[in-house]
């Protein structure tokens, strides 16, 4: 991995902002937005929202999150970027039986939570139920491992058996057969005609883009980590405002040539 801000770094990003029709894509928590105690504080700084519209102003632009589309959505309003939730199930003009079959694992599975509720609650784990996926925060746990341990179990009684995605300090369960951000990734860049697109994100939920084999695709992981399959990194995610200032301004730099 190389760090993106370097010079060779730099170069291959004024590659992708002088195409017309790049899309440039960031993960929201821990990418966009620093990662927080309270999911529900998580907000973009001042800073970030205006580096992002400018951004999103000049050149196709997309949160692709594991948020609900309906949480996410207030939290970047304003900027004209195309949002996708649900680990890209969300937003993507996704088939009503899609929809109609993950919204139903999920109901089904969330009977099946309920009896598991009282050791969930135990352990510090709280249970997201996010329409199409289930998501399980155990960020205020007072033990890490048993709370994994509790969720695992937990995951293992589900049925039809959910694809489990890491996160920080969750665990993502999510109906087989639906999409994932590496899919969402290509489904929008289908529909956008992109012919080269940046992606951004910082955790297990984003190396289904990473590890795409498409040479179009550009990836950032933020944080350095030996066995990403992202091409470059961003030392910390305090750095993303320097990023998108500069994919700002390469593309004003293109767009005034």
């Not at 205006?50 to 594991?66: D, M, N, R, Y």
Request: glycine share 6%; charged share 20%; proline share 4%.
């Amino acid at each position: 991995m190389q760090d993106v801000l370097r010079a060779p770094g730099k170069r291959v990003l004024d590659r992708i902002a002088e195409q017309t029709t790049a899309l440039f894509a960031f993960d929201f928590d821990g990418t966009l937005a620093r990662i927080v105690q309270d999911r529900h504080a998580a907000v973009l700084t001042q800073p970030i929202r205006e580096a992002l519209h400018a951004l999103a102003v000049k050149a196709p632009t997309a949160v692709i999150s594991g948020r609900a589309l309906l949480d996410l959505q207030p939290r970047v309003d304003g900027i004209p970027a195309h949002l996708v939730g649900n680990h890209g199930l969300e937003g993507l003009h996704t088939s009503e039986r899609v929809m109609h079959q993950a919204r139903d694992c999920c109901r089904a599975w969330l009977n099946t939570v309920q009896k598991e509720q009282q050791h969930l609650t135990k352990v510090g784990v709280v249970v997201e139920d996010k329409t199409y996926s289930l998501t399980f925060h155990y960020r205020q746990a007072s033990s890490s491992q048993e709370a994994r341990e509790v969720i695992f179990h937990t995951a293992a009684l589900l049925s039809p058996a959910p694809r489990l995605v890491m996160g920080k300090a969750v665990v993502n369960t999510i109906p087989p057969g639906s999409l994932h951000k590496g899919s969402a990734m290509l489904e929008l860049m289908h529909q956008l005609q992109s012919s080269a697109a940046l992606y951004v994100g910082d955790d297990d939920t984003d190396e289904d883009v990473f590890s795409l084999p498409d040479e179009r695709i550009v990836t950032v992981r933020i944080g350095k980590k030996a066995t990403s399959a992202a091409q470059y990194y961003l030392g910390r995610q305090s750095q993303i405002g320097r990023l998108l200032e500069y994919l700002a301004e390469a593309r004003g730099r293109i767009s005034v040539s």
